[in-house]
């Protein structure tokens, strides 16, 4: 397939805002794919030349690929960042200088949905001595043969911002749309948001569709060694109403720490969290505990990874263990410093069967079959079965106590359902009721906090499009010293997000939706003044929530049923 006509796709599909308009063209896009590039065609209209879940990354910012548009077209840098600087978008500027290229087209190829898509992919391939000369060269030498559409799309995929307005939902119905009748059409979207969430690559669900249609997507199958999406708890509103949910409830402390998924194989392990990264690399250390208390060849269990104190085992704050998450070098020295307990909860797969449809409770006495714990390093998650509310008020003070986020009310009645909040599992804690919402902008401070941004603009998500609409500016719970290890300052903050300025105008900064923070807040009001039509009042920083990408950050339909469910009180 011709790039130009992926092209074409991206063009309108930039041009509408309609979700069922978006759907047509990009069903459209993938009826006409063969089966060869339907899982390319997929990924690229997401974006991506990876799955979610992949470890590689191309890895090319923004001044890196100003020199390669500087080099592929005869521009000087100058001239880029000037035109950067007033777009704020580096697809546009490339796409404005390919049409005056100075250099030489002579040998221009045509170019194809293939050739863009494995050299975008080898970037990524590239490591060692020279690697950066190498990258620069693979992207030139598609940017130098392509159009200006071409080239503007090619370089927002390598940025990783495409700005089409297509989201996982949109690929799912597409899916339908291109590859099943009408009357068929509602059992299907399911079906594929269900293999999706046991095998997260959509080009691949795309393939099976077109190949092997219902049944194929039928007998798709999570595989050890590759991860899926979790079953999700959904907030209860107090410990009482949690408990009357369920006939048979079963409480677990909520711990301050990060979802692990662990896939065990024979002698080969994979460690996965909530947001399907591949985090093996980062915990030898928990890959040990797992050759020495997992009795069982082959498994996925899941459960809550903790940073602990060195000395005295105690928990220590979420935001410690996020930097042995995000450390890919000196991890001896990482192990050391910020130890991890794991505290275990689920299973979902013992040796080629598949446990979703056994209860919890018989889920959970499997677990503990094939477990020999280690206090403090590698244990259970503490549990409480009661419906007895004093005993369980107990229990959860216990959670506080020890310094855990509350508790977890569990039906133990209930099969596992991957990747949705079903009501299953509902989590209990003391703080108001907070949000995960992206950065999307900023302001720079003046005074003590010149030099940083000294504000922050607080984005949701729109589920349809997958893009960011403002709901807030925060500068509050923000340190401009550190005091405490767990603290995240100004400074810190500005310097995570740089990467992701897009442009700057009067002293506000466009910033990519890409780290998603944890904000409490008073209440939520109606406003003009944000794209939203919503405006959180008095918002104050929590954490930073790199367990959660974009993709997870709370949408525009929580916001309007905590809106909602507040002029009930």
Not at 201 to 206: P, Q, R
Not at 227 to 237: G, N, Q, R
Request: some cysteine; charged content about 35%.
């Amino acid at each position: 397939m011709d790039y130009s006509k992926l092209t074409e796709c991206y063009e309108l599909l930039e041009k509408t805002s309609a979700r069922l308009k978006k759907i047509e063209i990009v069903a459209k896009l993938l009826r006409e794919s063969d089966s060869e590039n339907l899982p390319r065609v997929t990924l690229l209209l997401q974006g991506k030349v990876f799955p979610s879940w992949s470890e590689k990354e191309i890895g090319i910012a923004d001044q890196l690929m100003i020199k390669i548009i500087s080099t592929s077209t005869g521009f000087s840098t100058e001239e880029i960042n000037r035109k950067y600087k007033e777009t704020g978008d580096l697809g546009l500027v490339v796409e404005s200088v390919v049409k005056q290229r100075k250099q030489s087209t002579l040998f221009q190829k045509k170019l194809t949905v293939e050739m863009v898509f494995e050299n975008l992919r080898r970037i990524a391939e590239v490591e060692g001595k020279g690697a950066q000369n190498r990258k620069f060269q693979l992207v030139s030498e598609i940017l130098s043969s392509a159009s200006p559409k071409e080239a503007k799309y090619i370089v927002r995929t390598v940025l990783g911002d495409l700005r089409i307005g297509v989201a996982a939902g949109i690929i799912r119905d597409s899916i339908a749309e291109a590859f099943f009748p009408e009357r068929e059409k509602k059992e299907v979207v399911n079906l594929i948001e269900w293999a999706w969430f046991l095998r997260p690559d959509y080009g691949e669900i795309a393939r099976i569709a077109k190949e092997r249609g219902i049944e194929g997507l039928k007998k798709v199958r999570i595989e050890v060694g590759k991860p899926y999406h979790v079953l999700l708890a959904e907030k209860a509103p107090s410990l009482e109403e949690g408990l009357k949910k369920f006939e048979n409830p079963s409480l677990e402390y909520k711990y301050d720490g990060a979802r692990i998924i662990i896939h065990k194989k024979a002698d080969k392990i994979w460690l996965f969290t909530r947001r399907l990264e591949n985090v093996t690399k980062q915990f030898p250390d928990c890959i040990e505990l797992v050759k020495r208390c997992v009795k069982a060849k082959e498994c996925i269990i899941e459960g809550e990874m903790l940073a602990i104190e060195p000395e005295t085992g105690e928990p220590k704050p979420f935001q410690l263990l996020s930097q042995r998450i995000k450390r890919k070098y000196n991890i001896e020295e990482m192990i050391k410093q910020i130890p991890v307990q794991v505290n275990l909860f689920e299973i979902v797969y013992l040796n080629g069967k598949l446990l979703f449809d056994k209860p919890l409770k018989e889920r959970r006495k499997i677990l503990e079959s094939i477990i020999k714990p280690i206090k403090g390093k590698f244990q259970f998650s503490k549990q409480l079965v009661t419906k007895d509310l004093k005993k369980a008020d107990k229990f959860y003070k216990s959670a506080l106590k020890d310094k855990q986020e509350g508790v977890m009310i569990k039906n133990l009645d209930a099969k596992y359902q991957p990747g949705r909040r079903v009501g299953y599992w509902l989590k209990v804690k003391p703080t108001l009721e907070t949000l995960d919402l992206a950065i999307t902008g900023g302001i720079w401070g003046t005074g003590k906090r010149a030099g940083w941004l000294g504000s922050f603009i607080l984005g949701c998500r729109n589920p349809d499009t997958g893009e960011f609409l403002e709901c807030g500016m925060l500068g509050t719970g923000i340190k401009e010293k550190k005091t405490k290890p767990e603290d995240v300052t100004f400074e810190e903050l500005t310097k995570i997000l740089k990467p992701y300025i897009i442009s700057e105008k009067e002293g506000t900064v466009k910033i990519q939706p890409k780290i998603v923070v944890e904000v409490a807040y008073e209440e939520i009001q109606k406003s003009p003044n944000y794209s939203s039509g919503f405006a959180l009042r008095f918002p104050r920083f929590i954490r930073i929530r790199t367990d959660k990408g974009p993709d997870e950050a709370d949408d525009i339909e929580r916001i309007y049923r905590i809106f909602e469910t507040q002029k009930g009180k």
